[in-house]
């Protein structure tokens, strides 16, 4: 070929690309930069369309328009444990930004402890276009056991008769943030099913747990002053209710267990008669007066 088409072709591949790279703007943000081991590792990635036009983003020849690239601190690529994103097909008309939330663990194995590097990339089927976000670092550390307890899976639910290993931990998400976690595993296998957190901690007072009759974990934490978090967990380590209770002089919630194994919150009040004004508290309307009484 001759050598001067051979520049011109090249000039001209080469302007379309930062055209096209111009047309279409990729990020990606982490919601945070540290993150406990098997918990989601999750963030934001952004794309605006700048095409002047209409773009669809769907699968091609059956590979997702979104994926990433996940390396550790050696450099090492990290393969994914899933083969297909399954993302859903987008179109973005001309000038519409689009937020897409992402758990890159779903799909890429980064439990182990250690420095992750993480950049998206999309591909853009109609021009056979690649798109990566700027590489990202984060941190996937371990947080400070301070419970665990062994109990059996209940007939009637899945995994019957065998054993599960509730723990909780505490964790700093930033300087003076912490934040208490709770993570479930196999006793047996190790293997950990769930680790996510229960809310903001103060270490002024520490949790206290319970398990009642059907093995399900409950935890009452200090979250803020005079501010407690009621947390119930169930067999598969989901949580099924969360509550917020506040002191109320001396006063302070509490877990109680009775004799039947049921556990209940008691002491302190609920959110609700916290933010509802004393008048209220105190006082009844007059059209709530019982039938009979005497007037004054």
């Given at each position: 070929?001759?050598?001067?088409?051979?520049?011109?072709?090249?000039?001209?591949?080469?302007?379309?690309?930062?055209?096209?790279?111009?047309?279409?703007?990729?990020?990606?943000?982490?919601?945070?930069?540290?993150?406990?081991?098997?918990?989601p590792i999750t963030g934001t990635l952004t794309i605006v369309n700048r095409a002047g036009r209409d773009l669809v983003f769907g699968d091609s020849k059956g590979l997702s328009w979104l994926?990433?690239?996940?390396?550790?601190?050696?450099?090492?690529?990290?393969?994914?444990?899933?083969?297909?994103?399954?993302?859903?097909?987008?179109?973005?008309?001309?000038?519409?930004?689009?937020?897409?939330?992402?758990?890159?663990?779903?799909?890429?194995?980064?439990?182990?402890?250690?420095?992750?590097?993480?950049?998206?990339?999309?591909?853009?089927?109609?021009?056979?276009?690649?798109?990566?976000?700027?590489?990202?670092?984060?941190?996937?550390?371990?947080?400070?056991?301070?419970?665990?307890?062994?109990?059996?899976?209940?007939?009637?639910?899945?995994?019957?008769?065998?054993?599960?290993?509730?723990?909780?931990?505490?964790?700093?998400?930033?300087?003076?943030?912490?934040?208490?976690?709770?993570?479930?595993?196999?006793?047996?296998?190790?293997?950990?099913?769930?680790?996510?957190?229960?809310?903001?901690?103060?270490?002024?007072?520490?949790?206290?747990?319970?398990?009642?009759?059907?093995?399900?974990?409950?935890?009452?934490?200090?979250?803020?002053?005079?501010?407690?978090?009621?947390?119930?967990?169930?067999?598969?380590?989901?949580?099924?209710?969360?509550?917020?209770?506040?002191?109320?002089?001396?006063?302070?919630?509490?877990?109680?267990?009775?004799?039947?194994?049921?556990?209940?919150?008691?002491?302190?009040?609920?959110?609700?008669?916290?933010?509802?004004?004393?008048?209220?508290?105190?006082?009844?309307?007059?059209?709530?007066?019982?039938?009979?009484?005497?007037?004054?």
């Open positions: 070929m001759n050598p001067l088409r051979t520049s011109i072709l090249l000039a001209i591949a080469l302007l379309f690309c930062v055209t096209a790279q111009a047309q279409i703007q990729i990020s990606l943000k982490m919601d945070r930069p540290l993150y406990v081991a098997h918990e994926d990433f690239t996940v390396t550790n601190r050696q450099g090492h690529l990290i393969s994914p444990v899933r083969r297909h994103l399954n993302e859903r097909p987008i179109v973005l008309s001309k000038g519409q930004t689009y937020e897409h939330k992402v758990t890159i663990n779903r799909y890429y194995p980064m439990s182990m402890i250690g420095t992750y590097r993480v950049k998206a990339n999309v591909t853009f089927p109609q021009i056979n276009r690649v798109f990566q976000s700027k590489n990202l670092t984060i941190q996937v550390t371990d947080g400070q056991p301070m419970w665990s307890q062994i109990v059996g899976v209940p007939q009637g639910y899945a995994d019957a008769g065998k054993y599960r290993e509730y723990s909780l931990m505490t964790f700093y998400h930033g300087a003076r943030s912490k934040a208490l976690y709770f993570r479930m595993r196999d006793s047996d296998s190790g293997v950990v099913y769930t680790t996510y957190p229960l809310g903001d901690y103060m270490s002024l007072r520490p949790p206290t747990q319970a398990i009642d009759s059907e093995n399900r974990l409950h935890v009452l934490h200090m979250s803020g002053p005079q501010r407690y978090k009621y947390t119930v967990i169930n067999i598969a380590g989901d949580p099924t209710e969360q509550a917020t209770y506040y002191e109320k002089g001396p006063d302070r919630p509490r877990l109680d267990t009775n004799a039947y194994g049921n556990v209940a919150v008691v002491g302190g009040i609920t959110e609700e008669e916290a933010t509802t004004p004393y008048e209220q508290q105190e006082f009844r309307r007059l059209s709530e007066r019982p039938v009979g009484l005497p007037n004054f």
